[in-house]
């Protein structure tokens, strides 16, 4: 999951800075989360998301 993550972070264009500034969290911690330094909680997880627009749904169907 945090690898597709961190793709529609990347397709989209933006930095670790951008997507942190969004979710309003330092940018450590989307690098510690894309590093797997940390992990996101289920209402993390929904939030990185709706950060990123992107439906919680997909990552799941990518894995499953």
């Known amino acids: ?3 597709w993550l961190k793709q529609q972070r990347s397709e989209q264009g933006l930095t670790m800075r951008d997507l942190a500034e969004r ?6 911690f989307v690098g510690k989360v894309e590093q797997g330094e ?3 909680d289920v ?5 990185y998301c ?3 627009e ?3 749904l997909l990552s799941l169907k990518h894995i499953i």
């Open 1 to 3: 999951m945090i690898a």
């Open 23 to 28: 979710l309003e969290v330092p940018h450590s």
């Open 38 to 40: 940390r992990r996101l």
């Open 43 to 47: 209402v993390e997880y929904i939030q």
């Open 50 to 52: 709706e950060a990123l």
């Open 54 to 56: 992107v439906s919680p």
